[in-house]
């Protein structure tokens, strides 16, 4: 099982999320950034939702740092 990194940014009023440094999507609401996450990767990685390891950072309104 493979861990993510997934950044959500806050702005506008949306959550920007990013998995291992790529734009995703914007979602509205907090519960929905580790979600739709999940689902992507799943989808992305051909594997169950279930088995997909995330870690979840917020970055700074406004602000995108890069996974190193």
């Known amino acids: 099982m ?9 702005e506008q009023g949306m959550w920007q999320v990013f998995i ?6 914007e979602v509205r609401r907090w519960p929905s950034v ?5 689902e992507w990767i799943s989808l992305t990685d ?3 939702s279930r088995e997909v390891d995330l ?7 406004n ?4 996974v190193a």
């Open 2 to 10: 493979a861990t993510h990194e997934v950044q959500a940014v806050r």
């Open 20 to 25: 291992d440094g790529f734009p995703v999507t």
């Open 34 to 38: 580790a979600f739709v996450a999940r």
């Open 46 to 48: 051909q594997v169950p």
């Open 55 to 61: 870690h979840v950072t917020v970055i700074g309104r």
């Open 63 to 66: 602000h995108f740092a890069p």
